[in-house]
């Protein structure tokens, strides 16, 4: 089974950039799948943040497209978030995830990421 | 945007009752798009069901997905202790692609 992991600060700087990286192990982030990441500010819903195919599409939510890159490596097996110009309402826990059909199947543990000085 | 309300905010109920919880769409949404998590307490999401009906992976039989159109529904046919957490539905297809409800609490009686 496919196992994903997220790494990166738990700590970011208001108007700094967020940088996330999730390690996709068990499976090829090459295979004909979209990999997403969905975020959840403590004690609230889920948001989905945005998409990418190993070919290099990419969808983003509106509200945050702006200012959202997320990327891929497939020598590395891992995809990454970033997001710029934070503010505390980026507080959130992050997850990366692989998508089923047409829904988000398989997901990391999620990360804690926090936007203060 | 499509907007998902799940209602109810919380359902009260004890183990070994039916539980039955509504997912309803702004605007019509194809069955093949929407699909429902479990979360618990510090803990990722777990996919549940998705095309509206089909159980994922591993999933107990206790779980059933059903509805069309604008209005779709988990039903929790027995609970176990360990069912007790929040249920969200998701839609994909409208920007942005992926949305989810507000998510239902399922709370022990």
């Known amino acids: 089974q496919v196992q994903l992991q997220e790494s990166g600060p738990g700590l970011v700087k208001p108007s700094g950039t967020l940088s996330l990286t999730c390690a996709v192990s068990?499976?090829?982030?090459?295979?004909?799948?979209?990999w997403s990441w969905v975020r959840q500010p403590p004690g609230k819903g889920l948001e989905w943040i945005g998409e990418?195919?190993?070919?290099?599409?990419?969808n983003y939510n509106p509200s945050l497209k702006s200012r959202v890159t997320i990327s891929i490596d497939k020598s590395k097996n891992e995809f990454s978030l970033e997001l710029k110009s934070v503010t505390a309402a980026d507080t959130a826990v992050y997850y990366c995830?692989?998508?089923?059909?047409?829904?988000?199947?398989?997901w990391g543990q999620g990360t804690l990421v926090t936007a203060s000085s | 945007e499509i907007v998902l309300t799940q209602s109810p905010g919380t359902l009260s109920l004890s183990p070994g009752e039916r539980a039955t919880l509504s997912c309803r769409a702004s605007?019509?949404?194809?069955?093949?798009?929407l699909a429902w998590y479990q979360q618990k307490p510090g803990q990722a999401p777990r996919l549940l069901i998705y095309?509206?009906?089909i159980r994922a992976t591993g999933i107990p039989d206790r779980f059933s997905g059903s509805g069309s159109g604008t209005d779709f529904t988990l039903t929790i046919s027995r609970l176990e202790p360990e069912d007790f957490a929040v249920y969200y539905c998701?839609?994909?297809?409208?920007?942005?692609?992926?949305?989810f409800g507000q998510g239902t609490k399922l709370d022990i009686k």
């Open positions: 995830v692989r998508h089923g059909f047409f829904s988000l199947e398989d």
């Open positions: 068990g499976g090829s982030i090459s295979s004909d799948i979209w």
């Open positions: 990418i195919h190993h070919r290099g599409s990419s």
């Open positions: 605007q019509s949404v194809s069955s093949n798009f």
């Open positions: 095309a509206a009906s």
């Open positions: 998701q839609q994909y297809g409208s920007s942005p692609l992926y949305t």
